[in-house]
Nanobody
């Protein structure tokens, strides 16, 4: 069992930056990790994912602005968000799945473990 706890959300103006963190209760070295977000009335969507050795994928909407990273030694996942836009406002969740489970990282049903979320609000 892996417990995930996100932090770092908040309210910022458009163009600002935030860094989200996701601290885990167990080693994450054997897990594929990802960030998702969900705005009111919308489906949860994959923002970015990272494998055990640091290879990353990200949604087209955040490419060049968001960077996902991980520190296996500290069991922590990060999401650096720059040039934030109002449309980035959402609850952000981190998630973990076993490294061997293949499939599109954006599919929520691949993930065993989820955090409780941290709210990001971007004002124009």
């Amino acid at each position: 069992q892996v417990q995930l706890v996100e932090s770092g959300g908040g309210s910022v103006q458009a163009g600002g930056s935030l860094r989200l963190s996701c601290v885990t209760s167990n080693s994450i070295s054997t897990y594929y990790m990802a960030w998702f977000r969900q705005a009111p009335g919308k489906e949860r969507e994959g923002v970015a994912g990272i494998d055990r050795v640091g290879s990353t994928k990200s949604a087209d909407s955040v490419k060049g602005r968001f960077t996902i990273s991980r520190d296996n030694a500290d069991n922590t996942l990060y999401l650096q968000m720059n040039s934030l836009k109002p449309e980035d406002s959402a609850m952000y969740y981190c998630a973990a799945k076993p490294w061997y489970r293949s499939g599109d990282y954006r599919k929520t049903d691949l993930y065993n473990f989820w955090g409780q979320g941290t709210q990001v609000t971007v004002s124009s």
